[in-house]
Structure formats: structure tokens, C-alpha cells
């Protein structure tokens, strides 16, 4: 079964200070693999996601994603953050290469990102 | 605005009761997802139809069931609610493109007293 662990609950930066929120993923193939943001009483919005190729992914909003299958990893990175950033940040994975896509996805449990003006 | 709509966005209702949460994808799509967000499970998989059909479930209780129309809009039914089952549910669509990339509505959010 694939699972999600993000090791960080809480974090909190600096207006225009670099981020990284950390995500390490448990699956037995390459899996495909998400970052969502959530901002307070807001949907999920989709904004990056890595299916095969390049291992660093860029998406919206200014932040991307690499992809480390050596160590399981695809942490997010923003070198520099916005007041606005303040959200909450999850990691997913799905198993869809396996398959073909048309799968749930696992969802970590999520980082709160503060941000100190 | 992802292109998924989720009605009602706000729900309070008593222990006991029946509810109907409504769901329609992006246009084209013909997969809808369901997840509950709770502040002790976190983000969980409910169950996954596609062009009508049921094709996954996860940890969804007895007393709640789902459908997909032919017109693809999904309703989830939470009865004989529990205090417990309060939370935000969201659905979320996919395109048929063989990845797992979904993308979700604004949420429902269900108030059980």
C-alpha cells in the first residue's frame, strides 16, 4: 500500500526567505506524485505534479519540485515566499502507473506554513 | 476555480439525519472522487466513480453510499449521522489522460449537532 509522510507539522519562514516542505513517499514503483495547496476554508488547489522524465518539476505560483528516488522524496521548494503563501501544503501519491491512472490518491497530513512578515 | 462544483458549501444538521452532498466534475470528465477532511484522519479516500460506475472504495462507512447520473454529476448520502462525521468533504474529478491528477471543488462542510 502506498503511503505519504510529510515530517513537518508546522513551519514557519520569513517574508522573501527561501521554503522547503518535506515529503517522503512509500510505494513500490514510481509512483505519480502531487503537491496541493489548501488555503484556510478553501478547496485543494493543485500545484505541481511529476509523473516521469525531468525530476525537477516547476508549477505554479513560483514553486517546484524534485524528484529523488533514492531517497524517496519529492520536496517542495520556493526560493523566495509571499505573505500570500501562508497555507497548508499537501504531498499525494498515486499509484496510477501501474494502472493507467484513475486512482485515489494518499495524502500526507500536511504542513502549515506561517509566514512572519 | 478548478471547474468542479460542490453543493451545499456549508451543511448543519442533527444526529440522526439523512444528507445529500452534490458534486458535478469539470466538463469532460468522467471520474468523481470523494474524500472526507478531518482533523483526526486527515485527508481519506472515500470512493471513486467513473462514467457511472463504482470503481474503488476506501474507508467509507455503511451508512454512507454514493452514485454517479448520466449526466455524471455525484451525490454522496451520509445517514443516521454521528457527531463524528463532521468534517469537510471534498470531490475531486480526473480527465481520462492516464494519470491520477484530480482536481477538487470548494468543499462541503458538515456540521453534525
Known amino acids: 500500500a502506498q503511503s505519504v509522510t510529510q515530517p513537518d507539522i508546522h513551519i514557519t519562514v520569513s517574508e522573501g526567505a527561501s521554503l522547503e516542505l518535506r515529503c517522503n513517499y512509500s510505494?513500490?514503483?514510481?509512483?505519480?506524485l502531487f503537491w496541493y495547496v489548501q488555503s484556510p476554508g478553501q478547496g485543494l488547489q493543485l500545484l505541481l505534479k511529476?509523473?516521469?522524465?525531468?525530476?525537477l518539476v516547476q508549477g505554479i505560483k513560483g514553486f517546484e519540485a524534485e524528484f529523488k528516488r533514492s531517497q524517496s522524496s519529492f520536496n517542495l521548494r520556493k526560493p523566495s515566499v509571499h505573505w500570500s503563501d501562508a497555507a497548508e501544503y499537501f504531498c499525494a501519491v498515486g499509484a496510477g502507473r501501474l494502472t493507467g491512472g484513475g486512482n485515489k490518491l494518499t495524502f500526507g497530513t500536511g504542513t502549515q506554513l506561517k509566514v512572519e512578515l | 476555480d478548478s471547474g468542479v462544483t460542490q453543493t451545499p458549501k456549508h451543511l448543519i444538521t442533527a444526529t440522526g439525519q439523512r444528507v445529500t452532498l452534490r458534486c458535478s466534475p469539470r466538463s469532460g470528465d468522467l471520474s468523481v472522487y470523494w474524500y472526507q477532511q478531518s482533523l483526526d484522519q486527515g485527508l481519506q479516500f472515500l470512493i471513486h466513480?467513473?462514467?457511472?460506475?463504482?470503481?474503488a472504495k476506501g474507508n467509507i462507512l455503511e451508512r454512507f453510499s454514493a452514485q454517479q447520473f448520466p449526466d455524471l454529476h455525484s451525490e454522496l448520502n451520509l445517514s443516521s449521522l454521528e457527531l463524528g462525521d463532521s468534517a469537510l468533504y471534498f470531490c475531486a474529478s480526473s480527465a481520462r489522460d492516464g494519470t491520477d491528477t484530480q482536481y477538487f471543488g470548494p468543499g462541503t462542510r458538515l456540521t453534525v449537532l
Open positions: 511529476y509523473f516521469s522524465g525531468d525530476t
Open positions: 510505494y513500490g514503483a514510481t509512483p505519480y
Open positions: 466513480y467513473y462514467n457511472g460506475e463504482e470503481r
